[in-house]
């Protein structure tokens, strides 16, 4: 039975950092089932596990790969491995602006192995995800609507085969909302265009993100507001799970797992 290695959770050690992990490690159980599947909650232990494995599987946020991992995991990549990554990977540390309450994302040697870098996210909204034509997205129509975190990620390799864009000129947030960044560089050359998903080759084998996938529960939400097309009141709902109720999503991690 071939070896897949699953990390899901937030940091510090043990903390959920705003999203249902519990429910997220379950879903993607139960999507591994076809694999014998060792799981983490962080990367601390990665070296232990990735070398056996054909697949690893990264639902986090908070965790990101040290310089030498981002190494290691490349090196994987480059012989035959394949990395899901799914939703927070693409964030990992924030430092705090010096005089301010806010803070912004540090680019780390982890964004390189995984192609992404996580600027800031608007509040919770319904959006369209245009889907790519692909393997990786047959059985989802060409386009869908989604509740979720619309992620804006700017992409670290140009090479990469774009799988889920969607449509937006200007970042929504309120002024001081989530993250702070210098400069929107998630948006493509016409002004609006983002990509949400992407697999980047990596040798034999490859990366795969999707950007979509948030989901909280009562006790780990920290999201104040959302947007009033998910909630009339801007209150943000006791249980959120977005993308994971739909089968788009589903289908999509099916495609990327089975692929
Ligand atoms: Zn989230």
Same mark, same amino acid.
């Given at each position: 039975?071939?070896?897949?290695?699953?990390? $899901?959770?937030?940091?510090?050690?043990? =903390? #959920?950092?705003? %999203? @249902?992990? !519990?429910?997220?490690?379950?879903?993607?159980?139960?999507?591994?089932?076809?694999?014998?599947?060792?799981?983490?909650?962080? /990367?601390?232990?990665?070296?232990?596990?990735?070398?056996? $494995?054909?697949?690893?599987? #990264?639902?986090?946020?908070?965790?990101?790969?040290?310089?030498?991992?981002?190494?290691?995991?490349? %090196?994987?990549?480059?012989?035959?491995?394949?990395?899901? *990554?799914?939703?927070?990977?693409?964030?990992?540390?924030?430092?705090?602006?010096?005089?301010?309450?806010?803070?912004?994302?540090?680019?780390?040697? %982890? %964004?390189?192995?995984?192609?992404?870098? /996580?600027?800031?996210?608007?509040?919770?909204?319904?959006?369209?995800? @245009?889907? =790519?034509?692909?393997?990786?997205?047959?059985?989802?129509?060409?386009? /869908?609507?989604?509740? @979720?975190?619309?992620?804006?990620?700017?992409?670290?390799?140009?090479?990469?085969?774009?799988?889920?864009? #969607?449509?937006?000129?200007?970042?929504?947030?309120?002024?001081? /909302?989530?993250? *702070?960044? @210098?400069?929107? #560089?998630?948006?493509?050359? +016409?002004?609006?265009?983002? &990509?949400?998903?992407?697999?980047?080759? &990596?040798?034999?084998?490859?990366?795969?993100?999707?950007?979509?996938?948030? $989901?909280?529960?009562? *006790?780990?939400?920290?999201?104040?507001?959302? +947007?009033?097309? &998910?909630? !009339? +009141?801007?209150?943000?709902?006791?249980?959120?799970?977005?993308?994971?109720?739909?089968?788009?999503?589903?289908?999509?991690?099916?495609?990327?797992? =089975? =692929?």
């Amino acid at each position: 039975m071939a070896r897949a290695h699953l990390v $899901c959770g937030g940091y510090p050690a043990g =903390a #959920t950092a705003g %999203h @249902d992990m !519990d429910y997220a490690r379950r879903r993607l159980l139960e999507l591994l089932e076809p694999w014998q599947t060792t799981v983490s909650n962080d /990367f601390t232990d990665l070296a232990k596990y990735l070398p056996q $494995c054909e697949l690893l599987v #990264t639902y986090v946020a908070g965790p990101f790969l040290t310089p030498e991992q981002a190494d290691e995991v490349e %090196h994987w990549m480059e012989t035959g491995g394949r990395w899901v *990554a799914l939703h927070g990977t693409s964030g990992g540390k924030a430092a705090r602006i010096p005089d301010s309450k806010r803070r912004k994302m540090v680019r780390q040697e %982890h %964004h390189r192995a995984l192609g992404a870098f /996580f600027l800031n996210h608007p509040p919770l909204a319904q959006f369209t995800v @245009d889907v =790519a034509s692909s393997s990786l997205t047959e059985g989802v129509p060409a386009s /869908f609507d989604v509740q @979720d975190e619309m992620y804006l990620i700017e992409v670290q390799d140009p090479s990469v085969e774009v799988l889920l864009t #969607t449509k937006m000129s200007k970042d929504p947030s309120p002024e001081g /909302f989530g993250f *702070a960044y @210098d400069k929107d #560089t998630s948006v493509g050359p +016409d002004g609006e265009t983002r &990509v949400l998903g992407y697999r980047r080759p &990596v040798g034999k084998g490859s990366v795969i993100y999707y950007a979509l996938g948030h $989901c909280h529960s009562q *006790a780990t939400n920290m999201q104040p507001i959302v +947007d009033p097309s &998910v909630s !009339d +009141d801007g209150r943000s709902p006791p249980q959120f799970r977005g993308p994971w109720a739909s089968k788009e999503y589903t289908q999509l991690l099916r495609n990327a797992l =089975a =692929a």
